[in-house]
């Protein structure tokens, strides 16, 4: 049972529910590729680049020309949220707990949604027909915490070189200019930018608006802020994921869904449960960059 309901009693509070600060929900998942997913592992195919043949003589034999094939595969994990609504404290609310309490479920299970998609934009990817090769983030798309470019001060927070180098490994790369690219940051970070006098110092609706802290798009990037990103083991240091759309994969089993019922074991108690199933991959080394940030 929840030892706090009783702080939401009339004769101490308001007649409504105010949620404490906290991240309302998932925040990465419309930047990603979404999927729906039947089975506990799932593997989505690869089709590598080939090239073609000149043709130099007449009637020659026809050149065949073998397609690579890779697949990555994605592991689907649940997650669950439940909490107890005593009898006796329904009976002393103004209101009826439970909706409140099954918003604040899906709260949960979207920050833990966003906790997968995170930790697999630079975690272990798993290929292969069986999806047993093990393929590590490349230290190649890697922008270290004091990267400068020639002739520049250095800087180990987020700088308008780094997301130039981001933005020209992403593109050498062949990635698709017309693709949505992003950029997640902590606030840190934001800060870091606000403060660039590269920045301040070019008058365009584009830069007003992110001097402004509304943060729209700067080269090409859409900035997503979020304060759940990895930081590096020993340093602490931010690790800020810079992707394109479709190179970062979120699989859903089953969507957020709450249930709101008594239990009989618990003397009619009403109990709110959520639950869920998802899963996260990346489905290109090439199409995410990791710039490390120190804060």
């Given at each position: 049972?929840?030892?706090?309901?009783?702080?939401a009693?009339?004769?101490?509070?308001?007649?409504?529910?105010?949620?404490l600060?906290?991240?309302?929900?998932?925040?990465?998942?419309?930047?990603?590729?979404n999927?729906?997913?039947?089975?506990?592992?799932?593997?989505?195919?690869?089709?590598?680049?080939?090239?073609?043949?000149?043709?130099?003589?007449?009637?020659?034999?026809t050149?065949?020309?073998?397609?690579?094939?890779?697949?990555?595969?994605?592991?689907?994990?649940?997650?669950?949220?439940?909490?107890?609504?005593?009898?006796?404290?329904?009976?002393?609310?103004l209101?009826?707990p439970?909706?409140?309490?099954?918003?604040n479920?899906?709260?949960?299970?979207?920050?833990?949604?966003?906790?997968?998609i995170?930790?697999?934009?630079?975690?272990?990817?798993?290929?292969?027909?069986?999806?047993?090769?093990?393929?590590?983030?490349?230290s190649?798309?890697?922008?270290?915490?004091?990267?400068?470019?020639?002739?520049?001060?250095?800087?180990?927070?987020?700088?308008?070189?780094?997301?130039?180098?981001?933005?020209?490994?992403?593109?050498?790369a062949?990635?698709?200019?017309?693709?949505?690219?992003?950029i997640?940051?902590?606030?840190?970070?934001?800060?870091d930018?606000?403060?660039?006098?590269?920045?301040?110092?070019?008058?365009?609706?584009?830069?007003?608006?992110?001097?402004h802290?509304e943060?729209?798009?700067?080269?090409?990037?859409?900035f997503?802020?979020?304060?759940?990103?990895?930081t590096?083991?020993s340093?602490?240091?931010?690790?800020?994921?810079c992707w394109?759309?479709?190179?970062?994969l979120?699989?859903?089993?089953?969507e957020?869904?709450?249930?709101?019922?008594?239990?009989?074991?618990?003397?009619?108690?009403?109990?709110?449960?959520?639950?869920?199933?998802?899963?996260?991959v990346?489905?290109?080394?090439?199409?995410?960059?990791?710039?490390?940030?120190?804060?």
């Amino acid at each position: 049972m929840s030892n706090q309901i009783t702080t939401a009693f009339v004769q101490q509070y308001k007649a409504n529910v105010e949620f404490l600060l906290q991240q309302k929900g998932s925040i990465m998942r419309p930047y990603v590729r979404n999927e729906t997913q039947n089975a506990e592992f799932q593997f989505y195919d690869r089709i590598g680049a080939t090239a073609a043949v000149e043709v130099l003589t007449r009637h020659a034999d026809t050149p065949l020309i073998e397609t690579p094939h890779d697949r990555r595969r994605c592991h689907l994990r649940d997650f669950d949220w439940a909490d107890l609504i005593d009898r006796k404290d329904r009976i002393r609310l103004l209101i009826d707990p439970t909706s409140p309490y099954a918003q604040n479920a899906a709260f949960a299970l979207g920050r833990s949604l966003d906790d997968v998609i995170i930790e697999n934009m630079f975690g272990t990817a798993y290929t292969g027909k069986t999806g047993s090769t093990s393929t590590a983030f490349p230290s190649s798309q890697q922008i270290a915490v004091d990267y400068v470019e020639s002739g520049g001060a250095t800087d180990s927070g987020l700088t308008v070189p780094k997301l130039r180098n981001a933005r020209q490994k992403l593109i050498s790369a062949q990635n698709d200019k017309s693709e949505a690219r992003y950029i997640a940051i902590s606030a840190v970070q934001m800060t870091d930018l606000l403060a660039n006098s590269l920045i301040n110092d070019i008058d365009t609706s584009e830069i007003k608006a992110l001097v402004h802290g509304e943060v729209p798009f700067y080269m090409g990037f859409k900035f997503i802020e979020c304060e759940r990103l990895l930081t590096t083991p020993s340093t602490a240091h931010r690790r800020l994921p810079c992707w394109v759309h479709s190179g970062m994969l979120l699989a859903m089993g089953a969507e957020i869904q709450a249930e709101i019922g008594p239990r009989r074991d618990k003397r009619n108690s009403t109990q709110v449960y959520s639950a869920a199933s998802f899963g996260a991959v990346r489905m290109e080394e090439e199409k995410m960059i990791e710039i490390i940030c120190d804060e």
